[in-house]
T-cell receptor, first 114, second 116 residues
Framework: DAGVIQSPRHEVTEMGQEVTLRCKPISGHDYLFWYRQTMMRGLELLIYFNNNVPIDDSGMPEDRFSAKMPNASFSTLKIQPSEPRDSAVYFC????????????FGSGTQLSVL | SQQGEEDPQALSIQEGENATMNCSYKTSINNLQWYRQNSGRGLVHLILIRSNEREKHSGRLRVTLDTSKKSSSLLITASRAADTASYFCATDSLMYSGGGADGLTFGKGTHLIIQP
């Protein structure tokens, strides 16, 4: 299994631009999570999906952030418009489902907003 | 919000020594997990201990859980340079969890450096 695949690995953009981060979870996993990691705040849960349905988006910082999961093998996290304070590492993680609480993380997307 | 807090924030030891990291949390849990993060990489699951367990081993890793003190420790024995990484505890809240990984909250981690 290739594991959780995220793209791009690095993204540098200018303030005001739209940013789209992509994630392919492990096949057969029912849960998909988006996290953000910064030195100041650590690892924060932004949103998670169960069977492609968004369950909890209370961690999404502002309306500028949106996430979709159109099918079981693909999810996107979009920031529009981006701001310098959005600079962080964004991780996607997937988990098998009920009764299995382990998370499998992708390698992350390092986002820099100038 | 973060439930688990690791201690110390940073730890530097000589190769071959044992490394101990601690995690404290606030509310009752279903389980507690430890993850490792190498520089520039995603987190990797190391070990899970359930609330009814007191100790668990996996290779050179030993995890203890004291639910009365709401704390856990991760011991890495005979450390190696390759163990240099950040280590995170993640707690699965009894009140929040739907039975999967949806209730996990992470601490800020302990940065472990193994000096060769």
């Amino acid at each position: 299994d290739a594991g959780v695949i995220q793209s791009p690995r690095h993204e540098v953009t200018e303030m005001g631009q739209e940013v789209t981060l992509r994630c392919k979870p492990i096949s057969g996993h029912d849960y998909l999570f988006w996290y953000r990691q910064t030195m100041m705040r650590g690892l924060e849960l932004l949103i998670y999906f169960n069977n492609n349905v968004p369950i909890d988006d209370s961690g999404m910082p502002e309306d500028r952030f949106s996430a979709k999961m159109p099918n079981a093998s693909f999810s996107t996290l979009k920031i529009q418009p981006s701001e310098p304070r959005d600079s962080a590492v964004y991780f996607c993680a997937s988990s098998p489902g009920w009764g299995n609480e382990k998370l499998f993380f992708g390698s992350g997307t390092q986002l820099s907003v100038l | 919000s973060q439930q688990g807090e690791e201690d110390p924030q940073a730890l530097s030891i000589q190769e071959g020594e044992n490394a101990t990291m601690n995690c404290s949390y606030k509310t009752s849990i279903n389980n507690l997990q430890w993850y490792r993060q190498n520089s520039g990489r995603g987190l990797v699951h190391l070990i899970l201990i359930r609330s009814n367990e007191r100790e668990k081993h996996s290779g050179r890793l030993r995890v203890t859980l004291d639910t009365s003190k709401k704390s856990s420790s991760l011991l890495i024995t005979a450390s190696r340079a390759a163990d240099t990484a950040s280590y995170f505890c993640a707690t699965d809240s009894l009140m929040y969890s739907g039975g999967g990984a949806d209730g996990l909250t992470f601490g800020k981690g302990t940065h472990l450096i193994i000096q060769p």
